[in-house]
């Protein structure tokens, strides 16, 4: 999410209609306070854990163009370039063999991306950056999601679409959606989830099998309206981690599609990652990239629950 729309009253009144009650966002039993381990870094779109255990983030500094970046907290916790330039950089996941994928061309291109998809996915090479195009024609690549049988899907927050690219083609409004963000694929391979931003937070979610029937799986109310929901991550029990930018916060959803906040105190975050449990980075802990330049560590995230 790159600035933030205003909301108008029918994407508001369609957000608080439905068969999921909304919720107000409670605090977590065993949130805690994020610990900063890099800043002035840029505005930061995506974080994601790559193969080889290390993080991995999207960068634009100030009058610069986008980048791809990497950070070791065992090699002195220094960030360093490892692909530029990227324009516009948005969503990142990971290929069936361990390389990046990076979106590339979002932002508010989205809002005219149904009728002129110009944004794309780069593969990256995480050990020397080399990159290939990937794929072109989408409308949007804010949130990137693997998913079965090598099929990749990107949202666009700015519009309707979630696109999906499978045997080198792409699928326009493969999912016709409003606002639709960070994406998040069951461990299954059964379910496409996906945070919405531009409207009262809502998760929604769909059967990979039939696309045509999407639903909503959590809604909070009227007192944490404009969160702004963001990226997001599932840990191995299918529980979402989703940024909540405008707040400030993180969010936990759980099974029963409950919001429960974990952090807060954060800069604009705009994605999260769980830890790898390497270079330095513990499994219990969640990543978190933020709009104001920061990489910050929420230890001990993954124990918070929804509390009772």
Not at 29 to 46: F, H, I
Not at 55 to 67: K, N
Request: contains cysteine; aromatic residues 8%.
């Amino acid at each position: 999410m790159r600035g933030y729309l205003p909301l108008t009253v029918a994407a508001l009144v369609a957000s608080l209609i439905g068969a999921t009650p909304a919720q107000a966002v409670v605090r977590c039993q065993g949130a805690t306070s994020p610990k900063t381990l890099a800043d002035d870094q840029g505005t930061l779109e995506s974080v994601i854990f790559g193969k080889d255990g290390r993080l991995y983030f999207t960068a634009t500094p100030s009058g610069e163009t986008g980048r791809l970046m990497v950070l070791d907290k065992r090699s002195g916790g220094t960030p360093a370039v490892l692909s530029k330039p990227i324009t516009a950089p948005g969503g990142l996941a990971l290929d069936e063999r361990g390389r990046i994928m990076v979106g590339f061309g979002t932002g508010i291109n989205g809002v005219t991306g149904t009728f002129f998809p110009t944004s794309g996915l780069f593969r990256v090479n995480s050990q020397n950056g080399k990159r290939t195009v990937f794929t072109e024609g989408l409308s949007q690549a804010n949130g990137i999601a693997r998913g079965p049988g090598g099929a990749f899907y990107a949202s666009d927050d700015y519009g309707t679409n979630i696109d999906r690219i499978l045997g080198g083609r792409v699928e326009q409004g493969w999912i016709k959606t409003f606002s639709p963000n960070g994406l998040v694929v069951s461990r299954d391979g059964r379910y496409l989830y996906w945070a919405q931003t531009f409207q009262a937070p809502q998760i929604s979610r769909v059967e990979l099998a039939h696309p045509d029937q999407p639903s909503v799986f959590a809604k909070a109310g009227l007192t944490d309206l404009t969160a702004g929901l963001d990226g997001m991550v599932g840990d191995t029990r299918d529980h979402l981690f989703v940024a909540a930018n405008l707040a400030g916060e993180v969010w936990r959803v759980d099974g029963l599609g409950r919001f429960c906040r974990v952090t807060s105190g954060l800069d604009n975050p705009s994605a999260v990652a769980l830890g790898s449990g390497e270079h330095g980075f513990s499994r219990k802990n969640l990543y978190v990239v933020e709009f104001g330049g920061h990489v910050s560590e929420v230890k001990g995230a993954l124990k918070a629950k929804y509390p009772g």
